[in-house]
């Protein structure tokens, strides 16, 4: 049987995209990425779930985040989950999961899109939404 690795999300940036260039030409852009989920508990609480992921461009894509994503951005990712380790200091071996981003969608309205930008340009801080 075939397998199959594809992680679609929707969800909000939690920081500024940070950019790299490499001598190459390469570009590499990573962020991390809030899902949230609502439900009702049993006592009739309604409980908010936060999940964080951590989502790497490359390339044209990364370009374009580099470009127009923001902190609290909404934003459709589609890519593949992806392992990478290394050795710490210590010796000790670390593990990180990824998502390999192959396609994004920007979401919400063009003018909340601009006021976003807008604001994120001039180094205000804005009301939540």
């Not at 969608?105 to 340009?121: D, F, H, K, T, V």
């Amino acid at each position: 049987m075939t397998s199959l690795n594809r992680v679609m999300l929707i969800g909000r940036l939690g920081k500024e995209p940070e950019i790299q260039h490499f001598d190459s030409g390469v570009v590499r852009a990573s962020f991390s990425l809030a899902t949230s989920e609502v439900y009702i508990n049993k006592d009739g609480q309604k409980i908010e779930q936060t999940e964080w992921h951590n989502i790497v461009m490359w390339r044209k894509l990364a370009e374009i985040a580099e470009k127009y994503l923001v902190k609290g951005k909404l934003v459709y990712i589609e890519g593949k989950l992806k392992t990478r380790s290394w050795d710490d200091k210590e010796g000790n071996k670390r593990y990180v999961t990824e998502i390999d981003a192959s396609n994004m969608i920007m979401l919400g309205s063009p003018r909340q899109r601009r006021r976003r930008r807008r604001y994120a340009l001039s180094g205000r801080r804005r009301r939540s939404v």
